[in-house]
């Protein structure tokens, strides 16, 4: 994520912060691995989460000059408490769109002790049942780069899913890819925050304004 060489930026006239909001909670009574798969809305839990986190930004009485959203259902709704907060219109970033998987419309407590699903979980370093690690990484890398270069100032926050989130920490703290997907520490609705510095982007911040409300959830959206 750093610049290419020779490149240069006037650093006061680009994007002061960049906010990843996670979407909230998902109608799901089957509880399937929904991925990219169609009309997967907000339950109503999930409609209160998006807000909490839309109070949350306008509680740090920062700017918000630009937002965006990943093109699925549930990112989009969690994205529109924010527009009206802060009066933006959503833009469609498919490049932070959740990853491909190969277990989509599964329920996962069952496929994994199917034998024949058991080949696509021989490279988990890949991973092989999805989209690569570093394919995901170069997108959301990429997304956010532009985000940041395309706002003369203030705050921009994109609202994506927890693995592509996630993807971006590791890559900017230098964790590796490969991972426990129990152990990823991005919650329903919660905000990841980067700030650009000389030597690259840095994580300055995360918060889970959803907190409260996490109790209940049912979180099955991605391995």
Not at 57 to 70: G, H
Not at 92 to 113: C, Q, T, Y
Not at 146 to 169: E, Y
Request: charged share 20%; aromatic share 8%.
């Amino acid at each position: 994520m750093n610049p290419q060489l020779g490149e240069t930026y006037t650093w006061r006239v680009v994007a002061d912060q960049i906010h990843l909001v996670r979407h909230g909670e998902v109608h799901n009574p089957s509880r399937v691995l929904y991925g990219r798969l169609p009309a997967f809305r907000l339950s109503e839990l999930g409609e209160r989460m998006a807000q909490a986190a839309a109070d949350d930004l306008v509680s740090r009485d920062r700017t918000v000059a630009a937002l965006y959203a990943s093109p699925l259902q549930r990112t989009q709704e969690s994205a529109a408490p924010v527009a009206a907060a802060f009066g933006l219109a959503v833009v469609s970033e498919p490049r932070v769109i959740e990853p491909f998987n190969e277990f989509e419309g599964k329920r996962m407590s069952r496929a994994l002790k199917n034998p024949l699903n058991w080949s696509k979980l021989r490279n988990p370093s890949r991973p092989s049942w999805g989209e690569p690690y570093a394919s995901i990484v170069n997108r959301m890398t990429a997304a956010v780069e532009d985000a940041w270069r395309a706002t003369p100032s203030g705050d921009v926050v994109i609202v994506s899913h927890q693995l592509p989130i996630w993807m971006l920490h590791s890559s900017v703290v230098g964790a590796p890819y490969r991972h426990d997907p129990r152990k990823r520490r991005c919650a329903l609705s919660s905000i990841t925050t980067f700030e650009r510095t000389e030597q690259g982007f840095v994580e300055v911040g995360y918060v889970d304004p959803a907190a409260r409300l996490s109790s209940g959830a049912t979180d099955v959206g991605a391995v």
